[in-house]
């Protein structure tokens, strides 16, 4: 088993930036593939950005391509979320997810990780 705990979420206004981190434990994340989600209120939960368990290969959604950048460090057992430019669309609880398996284009769907945390909510606002 691997927990997820993220922390770093808050109130920014726009343009701001923040840096969301995902800690894990009981397993080494180097063997994982992370990945970011986010959930506005009544809204599905929607892909972010996925980074290789290698940290070789990433992918974002159009929505974050050149605003955010996913990273991690396997050696703190850490993934993290760099989010520049900050929109009020950007609002939502951000998940960190994992998942042992490479699956393409589904790294994009939820459906495809095993490990999720709790979540940290993101608020972008003047």
């Known amino acids: 088993q691997v927990q997820l705990v993220e922390s770093g979420g808050g109130l920014v206004q726009p343009g701001g930036s923040l840096r969301l981190s995902c800690a894990a434990s009981g397993r080494a994340i180097s063997a994982y593939h992370m990945a970011w989600f986010h959930q506005a209120p009544g809204k599905e939960r929607e892909f972010v950005a996925v980074?290789?368990?290698?940290?070789?290969?990433?992918s974002y959604a159009d929505s974050a391509k050149g605003r955010f950048t996913i990273s991690r460090d396997n050696a703190k057992n850490a993934v993290y979320l760099q989010m520049n430019s900050l929109k009020p669309e950007d609002t939502a609880v951000y998940y960190c997810?994992?998942?042992?398996?490479?699956?393409?284009?589904?790294?994009?769907?939820?459906?495809?990780?095993?490990?999720w945390g709790q979540g940290t909510q993101v608020t972008v606002s003047s």
């Open positions: 980074v290789h368990g290698s940290g070789e290969i990433t």
């Open positions: 997810s994992g998942t042992a398996w490479w699956a393409g284009g589904s790294m994009r769907l939820s459906s495809s990780y095993t490990y």
